[in-house]
Nanobody, 120 residues
Framework: VQLVESGGGLAQPGGSLRLSCAVT????????MGWHRQVPGKQRELVAG???????IYLDSERGRFTISADNAQKMVYLQINNLKPEDTAVYYCNVRARTSRVNNYNSYWGQGTQVTVSS
């Protein structure tokens, strides 16, 4: 199972970015997909998540600016970030909880991360 993020880069304050994550490999079922971010010296934190029932959760401080969505058929998850702020600068990681067969347990899988830098 591999996760590949894209869509990061340099953006200006007030702008928007859409991060994408493609999940490939043998997947029987995904029950959670999420986006985390990490800045140097701080712990990685969950900013948004979505279940296979389309229930969403958000970091309280980012609710309203961040929107997570998923295409389960295509095994894609997206994070829309609006009204970008310099403090959004971080490496953003995609994470899924999935199992590769009906009899296997769920495992957590991570992408390599995509850098988001917000600066004028």
């Amino acid at each position: 199972v591999q996760l590949v993020e894209s869509g990061g880069g340099l953006a200006q304050p007030g702008g928007s970015l859409r991060l994408s994550c493609a999940v490939t490999g043998t997947i029987f079922e995904i029950n959670f997909m999420g986006w985390h971010r990490q800045v140097p010296g701080k712990q990685r934190e969950l900013v948004a998540g979505i279940t296979n029932g389309d229930a969403t959760i958000y970091l309280d401080s980012e609710r309203g600016r961040f929107t997570i969505s998923a295409d389960n058929a295509q095994k894609m998850v997206y994070l829309q970030i609006n009204n970008l702020k310099p403090e959004d600068t971080a490496v953003y990681y995609c994470n899924v909880r999935a199992r590769t067969s009906r009899v296997n347990n769920y495992n957590s899988y991570w992408g390599q991360g995509t850098q988001v830098t917000v600066s004028s």
